[in-house]
């Protein structure tokens, strides 16, 4: 049985070139996502410099502002971060952490698991990537994932289970269009829970959304959702183009009425 309300988070990335541009995709997505009430939670992640001026383009809170990153110190000599308390400032309710693009630009598992310590000790839902870079026959990248996830758990205390996403991005499909296979993605999705359920028991496990990235597209959407049973989407190029994305969405959203 499905337990969560489809979670549909658009990564911009550093995408628009400018904030004017950014107001026009933001308002696209809104226009094309019309007035039908959709069972479906939607969160976008533009760049820092965009958050305050899309903040006010919604004022119904029906898309949430998510940040692409976020710096564990909440104050002081850092410079080029950008703090959670910033981001609360500006709109932002949930963070993405430790994406693979920031991982694969040196930051570690430690540092991850500082900025889920932090962010886990607000309101605020953390978006928490892990992914292994290739695949191999052995099945070695069951380690790596749980690698990465074991460490940023760490972070998150018991009584936080509802705000806490997990997004398998495996990097070789990221940006690739090499889809992983709606079965794979369900096996990795069973053994992440299996790791949610040894850290937090069974109850526990089952409040983590799970969620899958890399290369999604409407024309893949669905049967990543049936077969793959992941409870929603981390979207990258796809998330740019208003119309796929809300495509995604309305897929998420029949997903979501038909399926008990
Ligand atoms: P993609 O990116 O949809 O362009 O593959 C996904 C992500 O990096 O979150």
């Known amino acids: 049985m499905k337990q969560h309300v489809p979670l549909?988070?658009?990564?911009?990335?550093?995408?628009?070139?400018t904030v004017g541009a950014a107001k026009k995709l933001f308002l696209a997505i809104r226009k094309a996502l019309g007035r039908k009430r959709l069972n479906v939670h939607i969160a976008v992640a533009p760049p820092f410099p965009?958050?305050?001026?899309?903040?006010?383009?919604s004022p119904s809170q029906r898309i949430s502002l998510a940040a692409q990153d976020v710096f564990f110190e909440a104050i002081g000599a850092h410079t080029g971060e950008v703090s959670l308390p910033m981001l609360k400032s500006v709109g932002v309710t949930a963070v993405i952490v430790g994406h693979s693009e920031r991982r694969a630009r040196g930051e570690s598992d430690h540092e991850i698991y500082e900025?889920?310590?932090?962010?886990?000790?607000s309101n605020v839902t953390g978006i928490i990537c892990v992914g292994e870079n290739e695949r191999d026959d052995s099945g070695n990248f069951y380690s790596v994932?749980?690698?990465q996830l074991r460490s940023a758990l760490r972070g998150v205390p018991k009584t936080k289970l509802k705000q806490l996403v997990i997004a398998y991005e495996p990097v070789w499909a990221i940006g690739t269009g090499a889809v992983a296979t709606p079965e794979d993605v369900h096996e990795m999705k069973l053994f992440?829970?299996?790791?949610?359920?040894?850290h937090f028991g069974r109850a526990g496990a089952e409040k983590v959304r799970v969620i899958y990235?890399?290369?999604?597209?409407?024309?893949?959407?669905?049967?990543?959702l049936e077969e793959g049973q992941v409870d929603g989407f981390l979207?990258?190029?796809?998330s740019l183009k208003a119309k796929e994305f809300v495509s995604i969405i309305n897929i998420a959203h029949e997903y979501e009425k038909t399926s008990v």
Do not use: C, H, Y
């Not at 992440?192 to 040894?198: A, F, G, V, W």
């Open 235 to 238: 979207i990258g190029g796809a």
């Open 50 to 57: 965009f958050l305050s001026e899309l903040e006010r383009l």
């Open 8 to 17: 549909i988070v658009g990564n911009w990335k550093m995408n628009p070139a």
């Open 145 to 147: 994932v749980e690698a």
């Open 213 to 224: 990235g890399g290369s999604v597209k409407k024309k893949n959407a669905a049967a990543l």
């Open 192 to 198: 992440i829970q299996k790791i949610l359920t040894d």
């Open 115 to 121: 900025d889920v310590s932090t962010l886990f000790k």
